[in-house]
Structures are given as C-alpha cells and as structure tokens.
Nanobody
C-alpha cells in the first residue's frame, strides 16, 4: 500500500483547509481503516480521524470533533480531510495511514502503512 498526502499550507485562525490522501495497492474486498494523524514538535503523534472501508464508519477525538470531517475519495481511492475553524493548536505535520488488518484500536502502533506528511500551519 502506498499513500500520498497533499493539501497542507498556511491558514489564519478560523480558516479552513482540505487535505487529500491518495492510496494505491489495495485488493478488491480488502477490509482496512484509513486515517489521519498529526504530529507537532515536542508532542506525541495523535490520531485525528479515521474511516472504515467496510461501512464508512468514522471516528474523531474530542479535540477535532465538529470541526474536522473525513470522507472517502473514490477518484483517488483514498480519503479527504476537511478541517474547519482551525486553531493554532492544529499546527502540525499531518500524515495519512492505513491499518490492514484492523485491530480495533486507532493508534499509531496499529497502523501498518504510512504516507509522507504534509505541513499545516495555523497562524495570523
């Protein structure tokens, strides 16, 4: 599985960005979870959203719930992450990742494949 993230940039507080993750290497019928993590300097890697290939169920931690939305991108066989009402605390490198098979635990140690990150900076 190969993953390619894009869409990061500089945005003012309160602004929006949309990240994309293009994926390849899946086999028809694969059951996997694809999601986004972020890592800020000096902080642990944090999961911010994921979606299931099986039933499109989603997960968001409280830190982003109501502001971030993950969706499948059939054109790129991947996902998009729409981020609204961005805050300076959202500044980080954002990475997409896949868990296959899915262990049921959305954590960095559960993910099997990682893409290169894209920088998101929220600053005035």
């Amino acid at each position: 599985v190969q993953l390619q993230a894009s869409g990061g940039g500089l945005v003012q507080p309160g602004g929006s960005l949309r990240l994309s993750c293009a994926a390849s290497g899946f086999v028809d019928g694969d059951y996997y979870v694809i999601g986004w993590f972020r890592q800020a300097p000096g902080k642990e890697r944090e999961g911010v959203s994921c979606i299931s290939s099986y039933d499109s169920s989603t997960y968001y931690p409280d830190s982003v719930k109501g502001r971030f939305t993950i969706s499948k991108d059939s054109a790129k066989n991947g996902v998009q992450l729409r981020m609204n009402s961005l805050k300076p605390d959202d500044t980080a490198i954002y990475l997409c990742a896949v868990a296959r098979p899915w262990s049921g635990n959305f954590a960095p140690t559960s993910m099997n494949y990682w893409g290169k990150g894209t920088q998101v900076t929220v600053s005035s």
